[in-house]
């Protein structure tokens, strides 16, 4: 059984910086991409950024040159930098898992605010 486990949310002041962690447990576990996800209240899911395993980003562009996604493939562990935050970056975070486009595997979701 594999479990995403998240950390690091809270609340930050806008223009602050935040990093998410994320780690994979389960003996099994062999997914090509990691990444993260956003909702915010009454908005839809959004992608926020991938990697592969083999060192691949992928940004949506609300993000793009203020977050950066890392990966180390031995721990199963993916991070999210964020820094520049602003307001609309309030959301519930989540880790995935899985293959580009196909993710079997979701966290249980993380808390970010962003006050202004």
């Known amino acids: 059984q594999v479990q995403l486990v998240e950390s690091g949310g809270g609340l930050v002041q806008a223009g602050g910086s935040l990093r998410l962690s994320c780690i994979a447990s389960?003996?099994?576990?062999?997914?090509?991409?990691m990444g993260w996800f956003r909702q915010a209240p009454g908005k839809q899911r959004e992608l926020v950024a991938t990697?592969?395993?083999?060192?691949?980003?992928n940004y949506a562009d609300s993000v793009k040159g203020r977050f950066t996604i890392s990966r180390v493939y031995a721990k199963n562990t993916v991070y999210l930098e964020m820094n520049s935050l602003k307001p609309e970056d309030t959301a519930v975070y989540y880790c995935?898992?899985?293959?580009?486009?196909?993710?079997?595997?979701w966290g249980q979701g993380t808390q970010v605010t962003v006050s202004s």
């Open positions: 995935v898992a899985g293959d580009t486009g196909s993710y079997d595997y």
């Open positions: 389960g003996r099994r576990f062999t997914r090509n991409v």
């Open positions: 990697i592969t395993s083999g060192g691949s980003t």
